[in-house]
């Protein structure tokens, strides 16, 4: 940017948020145009100031900063988002990304930094605290248990939820147009999928499951 940095700054320490504009504008690529105490207050300077970046923090009485994030994001879509919180964990990260903010910096980092960090998540960069970050990609990268019943045709679907019924399998045949024979082949698969040994345990998995209709 070509002009300095327009900052909007929300948290409900005053002193927090004088050490946090003394740090930005002791260069003149800074300017904080407004601080608020509240989600609530914020929104309303973002509405009235049209910063180029709104710095949050995510725990605030009444309206927080995640909600205070989304409202600014729907309502005033030019404007970046930063969370600078104390909130170092998984769930408030993702809260701040669906919410709309660009930027997730703990409270820790130092003056330089966030000098470093503000600047570039207000010229389009995103930034997400590196300790956050590689917990996010140990998470989303282990794998994820697969429900056997996901694991269910259709049709295996159907025979399953007719033998939870009580159904022998002739009865489940005449009921799905298919021969005697073939529905003993789907129960066959139906508990080796489900990892049970009787039709008993199928379809108690399937009462349990919320396979069986009411």
């Known amino acids: 940017m070509n002009h300095p940095i327009r900052i909007l700054l929300a948290d409900d320490h005053p002193l927090f948020r004088e050490g946090v504009v003394n740090s930005l504008t002791a260069t003149p690529d800074f300017v904080v145009v407004g601080e608020a105490g509240t989600g609530t207050e914020a929104v309303e300077l973002a509405h009235a100031l049209r910063p180029d970046l709104v710095l949050l923090d995510v725990s605030m009485p009444g309206l927080d900063g995640i909600a205070a994030a989304a409202r600014i994001s729907a309502e005033i879509p030019g404007t970046r988002i930063m969370m600078l919180t104390m909130a170092e964990n998984a769930e408030s990260l993702l809260a701040a990304l669906k919410a709309g903010a660009h930027g997730y910096v ?11 960090i503000v600047r570039n998540v207000a010229e389009g960069e995103a930034y997400v605290t590196p300790t956050l970050a590689a917990e996010m990609l140990t998470e ?55 990892q049970v040994r009787s039709r008993t345990e199928a379809a108690l998995m399937a009462v349990q499951h919320g396979v069986t209709k009411k």
């Open 106 to 116: 703990l409270k820790g980092v130092s003056a330089g930094e966030l000098r470093t």
């Open 140 to 194: 989303f990268s282990r794998p994820r248990p697969v429900d056997a019943f996901d694991t269910l045709t259709q049709r295996e679907t159907g025979v399953l939820e007719l033998l939870s019924q009580g159904l022998t399998n002739r009865e489940i045949g005449e009921q799905l147009h298919i021969a005697e024979k073939t529905v003993k082949h789907h129960i066959t698969v139906i508990l080796q999928k489900l």
